[in-house]
């Protein structure tokens, strides 16, 4: 009873027993690696095209699909995850700072799953 009085005055969330577990989420690189690849690829592709025989307006609309097609890639992949145990869709609330990692907290489960893919640290060097 006396070592349980110093806690009582912590709130909830910062009860170990509450802590989110933590898991890896499975598979999650692999989703979007594939589609960012097929993305940069277009896109170089384009971009040659554009220099090599084409008009030059190719390059411009290579580079928009590099810009749209990361963005679209990451709304769709990298910034929701379903929820391994609960299948629910899970979307990240920011960007991670940099340096900083993706992962989802699904508060049904309370686990924070880990993606293992990380902010580039020289973002804004
Ligand atoms: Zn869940």
């Given at each position: 009873?006396?070592i349980?009085?110093?806690?009582?005055f912590?709130?909830?969330?910062a009860?170990p027993?509450?802590?989110?577990?933590?898991?890896r989420?499975?598979?999650?690189?692999r989703?979007f690696?594939?589609?960012?690849?097929i993305v940069?690829i277009?896109a170089v592709?384009?971009?040659?095209?554009g220099f090599?025989?084409?008009p030059?307006?190719l390059?411009w609309?290579?580079l928009?699909v590099?810009?749209?097609?990361?963005?679209?890639v990451?709304?769709?992949?990298l910034?929701?995850?379903?929820?391994?145990?609960?299948s629910?869709?899970?979307t990240l609330?920011?960007?991670?700072e940099?340096?900083?990692f993706?992962?989802?907290?699904c508060?049904d489960?309370?686990?924070v799953w880990l993606?293992?893919v990380r902010v580039?640290?020289?973002?804004?060097d």
């Amino acid at each position: 009873m006396s070592i349980a009085r110093n806690h009582n005055f912590q709130p909830d969330w910062a009860k170990p027993q509450n802590w989110p577990e933590r898991r890896r989420a499975p598979g999650y690189p692999r989703r979007f690696v594939v589609p960012i690849s097929i993305v940069l690829i277009v896109a170089v592709a384009l971009a040659f095209w554009g220099f090599e025989k084409g008009p030059t307006w190719l390059v411009w609309i290579a580079l928009a699909v590099f810009l749209v097609g990361h963005g679209v890639v990451y709304r769709l992949t990298l910034s929701r995850l379903r929820c391994p145990k609960c299948s629910k869709m899970v979307t990240l609330k920011g960007y991670p700072e940099s340096g900083g990692f993706f992962k989802f907290h699904c508060r049904d489960c309370n686990i924070v799953w880990l993606t293992g893919v990380r902010v580039s640290d020289d973002v804004g060097d």
